[in-house]
């Protein structure tokens, strides 16, 4: 029960976090990379800390404590800078339907770190969903942002992060828990964020922000930033990191909806085509795993 518990959870997590691209491609015209990060992770972690404090959390030990804030700065920092840079050069369906690929990325990790067995089984599923990814990408290049396949391979490299995150994340933050885990990588993500901001002087566009561009940069840092990872993380808390990691598949759905709304973008049948394929992968791979 608590293992399906995980996975509707981390379905809400991934719908938000869908949601959390659209409104990053409504910004990413006035807001570099490290701006659009450090608003998402700055105002997530103002709402984290006093919750995580309010309900006395357990935190990292001294010993793991250089382990989360690693993975913290990989993750918060690394992973969605590039994540940024991906949404500014293609739509948020076709940099999503790129995240989608994450179940399959995480199965892989997680067999390399001997953490799950990768089985012919999975090999095909994997082989089958990224397959019909890059027909589907390639079939509506024609359609979309001149350079739009430079972000979606900036988007597949980035997804390597967020599996590493998923898969060495659940044993740090089982010896935690999974708030206290969230807090410190998210501060230490941020810290890092603020700091090349600051340097890079990405904070000067707040100055011509407009209340629209105000809400949606709220919206990034309460439901796409906190909210939406402390769904993630007591998903990983309670489910393996491949069936969270599943719930992906919601994200390129609720990117193409908002998008559409927010910035005019087409909703593709090759949106369709590539989220079949990414299911059957992911089918093939995860059905009867206790033969596998």
């Known amino acids: 029960m608590s293992e399906w518990m995980g996975v509707a959870v981390a379905l809400v997590s991934s719908a938000l976090g869908g949601t959390a ?54 993750f918060f920092g690394l992973f969605f800078i590039l994540y940024n840079i991906a949404i500014g050069y293609t739509t948020a369906a076709r940099a999503s339907l790129a995240l989608a690929t994450l179940p399959l990325h995480t199965m892989v990790v997680g067999a390399l770190l001997g953490v799950e067995r990768l089985t012919l089984r999975k090999v095909i599923g994997v082989g089958v969903a990224v397959l019909g990814v890059v027909a589907a990408l390639a079939a509506g290049l024609a359609e979309s942002p001149v350079g739009a396949w430079r972000g979606e391979l900036i988007m597949t490299g980035a997804v390597f992060c967020m599996a590493f995150y998923n898969v060495l994340s659940r044993p740090l933050m089982q010896r935690s828990s999974a708030l206290g885990f969230l807090t410190v990588g998210m501060g230490a993500g941020a810290a890092v964020l603020l700091l090349a901001g600051a340097l890079r002087g990405s904070f000067a566009a707040l100055n011509a922000f407009t209340a629209a561009q105000w809400t949606a940069g709220l919206y990034l840092g309460v439901a796409g930033g906190a909210l939406a990872f402390i769904l993630w993380v007591m998903a990983l808390e309670r489910a393996t990191p491949t069936r969270v990691a599943n719930t992906m598949t919601v994200n390129p759905i609720a990117a193409a909806t908002l998008a559409a709304l927010l910035v005019g973008e087409p909703i593709r049948a090759t949106l369709v085509v590539g989220l079949v394929a990414v299911f059957a992968g992911i089918w093939i791979a995860t059905s009867q795993a206790k033969s596998a």
Do not use: E, H, N
Request: proline letters at 7%; hydrophobic letters at 55%.
């Open 21 to 74: 691209a659209a409104v990053t491609r409504y910004l990413v015209g006035g807001a570099d990379p490290i701006l659009l990060a450090s608003l998402r992770w700055g105002i997530g972690f103002v709402i984290l800390l006093p919750t995580a404090l309010l309900l006395s959390v357990r935190w990292p030990s001294r010993r793991d404590l250089p382990s989360v804030l690693l993975l913290g700065v990989c």
